[in-house]
């Protein structure tokens, strides 16, 4: 492994072609961040206590204490917005809202809530997105904030200078509150490894109660960026330090390739690092190594989206965000594994109880078992496909694929059940008016268990519009957008 030399993350950054008042007020933020003690409301604990008072503060969610408010134009499409980081309750979750829409929308930052976009992890329900939410994230995990709702006047957040800091300045002026809720975190008890070419990333077990990323940047035909290999131990104060400042970076063609597409036109590279073969192009890095940084900034504000902390170990090798997501959908199947999906449901059905509200019977009951329902808004099923499913008789008998057809009746019988499952549609029947935006993503075949998810988008009277994704193995195997309208039973129509 290369040896990387450590600069003093506080120091100034070392001289290059211009340095920029901006990377100077950015640095003394975050030094000044640094040096004000506690990131909590309490005071600073004293030497005797400090281990206990952070294993205390670490057992407790926390929210913001006010309003944290970042402007600023968005990273790849400019847009001036404001993002207004508001309190939330206890088990809320992060959720982020637009209140630029006729009528606002929430997204909940979650992995099932994630579309596939170059370089940044955007969030999308129905035909709403939320582009570029990885470096609040990244500053709302290295806070320790479980809770939030985090308001946009635009569909990406402000960019500032690429680094984590704005969303941390916000949010420490803001203060942060402690909540008498605990937090629930995920424990990697055994690897899980997702590889795509020559990236990797890994999820290990881990002595520490804590997060450990070990990250090696490494482009073996690149000179301009040699390798970089960091290893950082998440901690509300070392974030603030050595993760928080550093700031997003790309190569001189990269940035070509984006304003030639039209994106990124208000940055140049004083305002982010662009590197060619001198280094930053009227820029300093602020570390040695600050490249390698902005990737640990990056997992973790992308792992953050499993919704809850993570202990363990995070080894990644040359991964970007959807290799990160990919990491993140194993977690959440091994956590609904684990857990069983029995702790925290508040509904389950057997196949009898799902016979009883939908009227389909075999071969074309395509649920066998729900195992999440939560009101009208979120359901999860399973199907479990078998080679004695009559349809692979005659649909690719010699190398059976389930048909999609089927997949998507599957994901409109859960759809149907979520619906149904709320006291005044009972006694009423789900029928389907239209799909949009129906997606194949990967063949499902014998052998396979579907893990079908069902959220409401917008449900009003008697019409509903539901989103549904069909995984195997946390990969997305289809998707589509399905509209309903409840009927009676004896109004049923075929």
């Known amino acids: 492994m290369t040896e990387v030399l450590e600069t003093n993350p506080l120091s100034p950054p070392r001289a290059s072609s211009a340095a920029t008042g901006r990377d100077d007020r950015a640095h003394d933020a975050a030094k000044k961040s640094a040096e004000d003690g506690s990131v909590t409301t309490p005071a600073a604990p004293s030497p005797i206590g400090a281990a206990e008072a952070m294993e205390e503060e670490a057992l407790h969610q926390h929210t ?77 995990a290295g806070l320790a904030i479980d809770n939030a709702i985090i308001q946009l006047t635009g569909p990406e957040l402000p960019c500032g200078d690429g680094s984590a800091l704005p969303y941390i300045n916000a949010m420490r002026t803001a203060g942060i509150v402690r909540q008498d809720a605990q937090r629930r975190y995920c424990q990697i008890t055994e690897p899980i490894t997702v590889e795509e070419g020559d990236a990797l990333i ?21 000179s301009r960026i040699p390798r970089q290999l960091h290893a950082f131990h998440l901690n509300a104060e070392a974030y603030v330090r050595d993760i928080a400042p550093a700031r997003t970076f790309s190569l001189k063609e990269e940035a070509q390739a984006l304003w030639d597409r039209g994106m990124c036109h208000h940055l140049t590279p ?40 993570i202990h363990g170990r995070i080894v990644a090798y040359r991964s970007g965000h ?101 006291l005044e549609h009972r006694g009423k029947i789900a029928v389907l008016l239209s ?34 994704k069909a995984l195997v193995g946390g990969q997305l195997a289809a998707e589509a957008q399905i509209k309903f309208v409840m009927v009676d039973a004896e109004d049923e129509t075929d």
Do not use: W
Not at 113 to 119: D, E, F, G, L
Not at 208 to 218: G, I, K, S, T
Not at 277 to 286: L, M, Q, S, T, V
Not at 363 to 378: A, K, S, T, W
């Open 64 to 140: 913001v204490g006010g309003p944290a408010v970042v402007t600023g134009r968005g990273l790849f499409h400019g847009d001036m917005v404001t993002c207004t980081i508001l309190p939330a309750p206890a088990d809320h979750g992060i959720v982020f809202e637009r209140i630029d829409l006729p009528e606002p929308v929430q997204i909940p930052a979650t992995i099932g809530n994630v579309t596939p976009r170059s370089r940044r992890t955007t969030l999308k329900l129905g035909d709403v997105t939320i582009e570029t939410v990885e470096h609040c994230l990244s500053a709302l």
């Open 202 to 222: 890994a999820a290990l077990p881990a002595e520490r109660d804590d997060l450990q990323v070990l990250y090696d940047l490494n482009y073996p035909n690149e």
């Open 270 to 309: 004083r305002d982010v690092l662009v590197i060619d073969e001198n280094g930053p192009i009227d820029n300093a890095f602020r570390f040695e190594n600050e490249p390698v940084r902005h990737k640990i900034l990056d997992v973790i504000g992308d792992i953050y989206l499993l919704g809850r902390p």
């Open 322 to 422: 959807s290799l990160n997501h990919q990491l993140v959908y194993r977690l959440l199947e091994k956590l609904r594994a684990e857990q069983g999906l029995q702790t925290h449901l508040q509904r389950q059905m057997d196949a009898r109880s799902i016979m009883k509200v939908l009227r389909h019977r075999y071969p074309m009951l395509m649920i066998d078992r729900v195992v999440e329902i939560h009101g009208d808004q979120r359901a999860i099923g399973i199907k479990n496909v078998t080679i004695n499913e009559p349809y692979f008789q005659g649909h690719y008998p010699g190398t059976p694929i389930m048909p999609g057809v089927m997949i998507v009746e599957a994901m409109a019988q859960l759809s149907g059940l979520l619906l149904s499952s709320v």
């Open 435 to 468: 799909l949009d935006k129906v997606k194949l993503r990967r063949p499902v075949v014998p052998g396979d268990q579907m893990v079908i998810e069902a959220e409401t988008i917008r449900a009003q009277g008697r019409t509903a519009n539901v989103k549904c």
